[in-house]
């Protein structure tokens, strides 16, 4: 069946350091691939998204590659701020649209 | 804004008490999810509405009850909940299945379920 791995946290960085929060998946289908962010007392939002092989999703500075030869979805970005701190979750839609699958979400601290 | 609107965003109840949580969304969309977390724990899909037909339900106990009287709106009934139920009830909704879509959830900001 299909499932969403991704990196253990917490993980605490400093201002400005680059973020990386690796996600793999596993899928029967040709999925759609997100992230999604979860800032303290809120749902979950939609950061980006990629829906085939070689996309690259971006929003507020942060990307992921839809990587099919190696079924990962990495978050990747530059330099974080403080205002990143959340969970962050990987997901995937298989087939989109229809099944939704979870990781286990990310917790980022960002200290100044 | 999501598009999706919860309410209440917090509730506090006793064992005994009869409540509902409300979920609305404004996007058009076809498909409505009820999800549970938990803290420490994965984000868990209690159930699925295609259509205002309910296409699943992973296993919820029956002191949860799902109503869904129209694409639009979700309804979660509570009764002699258990103080294990405390915890954040997230609503979603989708394109659903049919049509060509990237598939992604729009969620709500969550109601906040205490159980004393």
């Known amino acids: 069946g299909d499932s969403v791995t991704q990196m253990e946290g917490p993980v605490t960085l400093s201002e400005e350091a680059f973020l990386t929060i690796n996600c793999t998946y596993t899928?029967?289908?040709?999925?759609?691939l997100f992230w999604y962010v979860q800032y303290p007392g809120e749902g979950l939002q939609l950061l980006l998204k990629?829906?085939?092989?070689?996309d690259k999703g971006s929003n507020k500075g942060f990307e992921a590659t839809y990587r099919k030869e190696t079924t990962s979805f990495h978050l990747e970005k530059g330099s974080v701020q403080v205002s990143d701190s959340a969970v962050y979750f990987c997901?995937?839609?298989?087939?989109?649209?229809?099944?939704?699958?979870f990781g286990t979400g990310t917790s980022l601290t960002v200290i100044p | 804004e999501t598009g999706v609107t919860q309410t209440p965003r917090h509730l506090v109840m006793g064992m005994t008490n009869k409540k509902s949580l409300k979920c609305e969304q404004h996007?058009?969309?076809?498909?409505m999810y009820w999800y549970k977390q938990s803290a420490k724990k994965p984000l868990e899909l209690m159930f699925v509405?295609?259509?205002?037909?309910?296409?699943e339900n992973n296993s919820v106990p029956s002191r949860f009850s799902p109503e869904c009287p129209n694409s639009s709106h979700l309804f979660l009934h509570l009764h002699t909940l258990q103080p294990e139920d405390s915890a954040l009830y997230l609503c979603?909704?989708?394109?659903?299945?049919?049509?060509?879509?990237?598939?992604?959830?729009?969620f709500g900001e969550g109601s906040r379920l205490t159980v004393l």
């Open positions: 509405y295609n259509f205002k037909e309910q296409t």
């Open positions: 996007l058009g969309h076809n498909a």
């Open positions: 990629a829906t085939k092989a070689d």
């Open positions: 899928a029967t289908g040709y999925p759609s």
């Open positions: 979603a909704s989708s394109q659903g299945p049919s049509g060509s879509n990237t598939g992604e959830l729009f």
């Open positions: 997901a995937l839609s298989d087939p989109p649209g229809n099944q939704f699958y």
